[in-house]
């Protein structure tokens, strides 16, 4: 076996199943707060009447790095999920479960061992209020999930054994998608790599599947940088292409393999949002998601393309824009830029489409031949226009001058056409590459808690 870490809000049952689990695998179970709490001398309510939530967390965060490698059964603080060094060190080599329980049963066991309130809320509300803002981050904690609202410690822990042993995958669901891969356009190795993991001789049921869904996506640069993360975060965890002309048919592939998440692309950003149980609000608002994070039944959309936009601009804020394309990218950038408070003109081939998405962001709109008149400070190719094989620019070389910034979203070639004639015609430039990477850390964040430094990710690409 591997380490078997519990995370869950408190009254989820995490030391009572914890302790049943570890006596029923022969191995020790680890507490933190307990941990805390010895190395302190002090107890949890204690720390934080006298020091503050801050200082306990700090406490916890050195705790958690202290944390054995070897097989144990390790639960957390409820609050643990919400440090991103913490899941670096709990994610490491082990399995995660997720423990839930309705309002009423975690109030009901909360009571019988009450700490010093985290809001001003009522004891209910509270519990609401603190498990809607660490929602995310319990989904990217948990390989599997168990809800202990009516369960014993006894049966709780009988199913994660169950768990670990046989997964959430029946064989021949594992074949049907084995053949579903393997009749698509997937290259050899990486249909070999698959049946060796869905059905052949390294195949683990605790292996979490992910992928890029798309149509085409084998330009996609993902399965290269989550599977070299996978190696090096030690996480049990394969990322491969989900290609079909049909998103349906890829959420079916997905659910039926219990996939843990998906990278969203073209064509797919609008479409896939029909499909979803819930949307964050920045998804809703842009009208598209590119991160796909299924958990305990349940499949939540995100967009972190405009994040991705967002952060390599930041410094141009305020800046007069022009932003070319009005597809589902488009709309994460129109976010990003009247975010960073830019005056925002967006131009299509299809004016239509352009005042569409003008009108949903509360941007100017024009056609394409209107770029001459508006004189930006700063350009931002959200069209497919350069990417490989094609080699057209979305603008001419005359119409490029030095003063301007120019930001292409397209990073297959890291060098686009246009990025070439920006930096032939002196302007400052914003490779796609860039924006993959911050965009590509937010998915790893939300996929697993984990945070990883633009620097790794620039190593793996390189």
């Known amino acids: 076996m591997r380490r078997v870490v519990l995370f869950g809000y408190r009254g989820t049952g995490k030391t009572g199943i914890g302790t049943v689990l570890a006596r029923r695998l022969g191995v020790s179970f680890l507490d933190t707060d307990s941990l805390i709490e010895q190395q302190s001398g002090r107890t949890i309510p204690g720390i934080f009447r006298e020091d503050g939530e801050e200082r306990f967390r700090e406490r916890e965060r050195d705790v958690i790095a202290g944390l054995p490698l070897r ?34 049963t975690i109030e009901r066991r909360l009571a019988r061992a009450p700490r010093p309130p985290l809001t001003s809320l009522s004891s209910a509300d509270e519990i609401r209020e603190m498990i809607a803002r660490r929602r995310s981050r319990y989904a990217a904690a948990a390989d599997f999930c168990v809800d202990t609202s009516r369960t014993s410690t006894e049966e709780a822990a009988d199913r994660i054994l169950s768990l670990l042993k046989k997964g959430t ?52 640069k993902s399965p290269l ?23 349906e048919t890829i959420l079916r592939v997905a659910r039926d393999i219990d996939a843990k998440g998906l990278s969203v692309t073209i064509p797919f950003k609008r479409a896939v949002m029909a499909h979803l149980d819930e949307i964050d609000d920045a998804a809703r608002q842009i009208g598209a998601a590119n991160t796909v994070v299924f958990a305990c039944g349940s499949a939540r959309g995100y967009n972190t393309d405009w994040l991705g936009i ?31 408070d830019m005056e ?19 941007c100017r709109w024009g056609g394409w031949d209107e770029f001459g008149r508006i004189d930006p400070d700063l350009v931002v190719n959200a069209t497919s226009l350069g990417m490989q094989p094609d080699r057209r620019s979305p603008l001419r070389d005359d119409q490029l001058k030095k003063e301007m910034t120019v930001c292409d979203l397209v990073y297959t070639p890291p060098v686009t056409p246009l990025i070439a004639a920006a930096r032939k015609a002196g302007c400052e430039t914003v490779t796609g590459t860039e924006i993959f990477i911050q965009q590509a850390r937010e998915q790893f964040r939300l996929f697993f808690g984990i945070d990883v430094p633009d620097t790794v990710i620039q190593e793996i690409l390189a």
Not at 91 to 97: D, F, K, M, N, T
Not at 179 to 202: K, N, Y
Not at 344 to 362: C, D, F
């Open 225 to 247: 940088l989550f599977n070299r993360l996978f190696d090096r975060y030690h996480l049990n965890c394969h990322y491969t292409r989900f290609e079909d002309p049909s998103i």
């Open 310 to 340: 967002r952060k390599p601009l930041a410094g141009h804020a305020g800046a007069c824009a022009v932003l070319l394309g009005a597809g589902g990218v488009a709309a994460a950038a129109a976010y990003a830029l009247v975010d960073l």
């Open 169 to 220: 995958v029946p064989a021949p669901k594992r074949e049907a998608a084995y053949r579903w891969f393997a009749a698509g356009p997937l290259p050899a190795p990486e249909r070999e790599r698959l049946e060796s993991l869905l059905i052949g001789r390294d195949c683990n049921v605790q292996t979490r599947f992910l992928g890029v869904a798309g149509y085409p996506c084998g330009h996609s």
């Open 71 to 104: 097989d144990c059964v390790i639960g957390t603080g409820g609050g643990a999920v919400m440090d991103p060094a913490n899941m670096e060190h709990l994610r490491a080599g082990s399995v995660c479960v997720l423990l839930a329980a309705d309002i009423a």
């Open 344 to 362: 925002v003109t967006i131009l299509n081939r299809t004016p239509a489409k352009a005042q569409a998405l003008a009108e949903q962001s509360g």
